[in-house]
């Protein structure tokens, strides 16, 4: 499977932000050369291997070991992408419920495999499902618990939090979210 280097790309930028450049330096020297190669040089849009992004996660976890590293990486991400004035404005005005539902359409435009499913969906709550992607750590499903808690919170929900109600790392048949939130900001 390959994602966008976005994603690597953004989790290098956090990890040298939060806790310096030696951190990240170290995380690197643990990595193999294309993940160094691709975090120097590499353009967010360009497809690469999912194992490099896993690759990095596994390696900044053992590296950082600070509790919901993965979940902080996550939502950093989501912020960086919605960073922009004007898509911060249109997220407001989106409902949490519609960023997650536009998010699920735009799947494949940053992955070449699975599909992000909602299964159940009110005004406060959206299950999530992630299928069709091959085996990866748990790390990997931490990044997308802050991911969706932080798109939530950036379309206005109030108290936003994602849950990884299962997950097949950790012997579950499938990776189901539950997000919620208690209201609209504003």
């Not at 990890?15 to 020297?29: F, S, T």
């Not at 691709?38 to 070991?65: D, N, Y």
């Not at 996550?74 to 519609?98: C, K, S």
């Not at 206005?156 to 994602?162: I, P």
Request: include cysteine.
């Amino acid at each position: 499977m390959n994602v966008k280097a976005q994603a690597l790309i953004n989790a290098a930028h956090y990890i040298e932000g939060a806790y310096g450049r030696d951190v990240l330096a170290e995380i690197l020297g643990a990595c193999s050369s294309g993940v160094r190669d691709r975090c120097a040089t590499g353009i967010a849009i360009e497809w690469h291997p999912l194992a490099e992004l896993t690759e990095f996660l596994v390696a900044m976890e053992r590296v950082v070991a600070v509790p919901a590293i993965g979940e902080k990486v996550g939502a950093a991400g989501a912020r960086a992408n919605t960073r922009g004035v004007m898509l911060r404005i249109a997220m407001l005005l989106a409902r949490p419920e519609n960023a997650l539902k536009r998010a699920a359409t735009m799947w494949r435009q940053f992955n070449d495999e699975g599909q992000l499913v909602l299964r159940k969906a009110d005004d406060r709550f959206i299950e999530v499902e992630i299928t069709g992607l091959p085996a990866t750590p748990r790390i990997f499903c931490d990044t997308i618990t802050g991911w969706a808690r932080e798109l939530v919170t950036s379309a206005g929900g109030k108290n936003a939090t994602a849950v990884h109600e299962a997950c097949r790392a950790s012997g579950g048949a499938r990776c189901l979210w539950d997000v919620r939130w208690s209201g609209i900001v504003g």
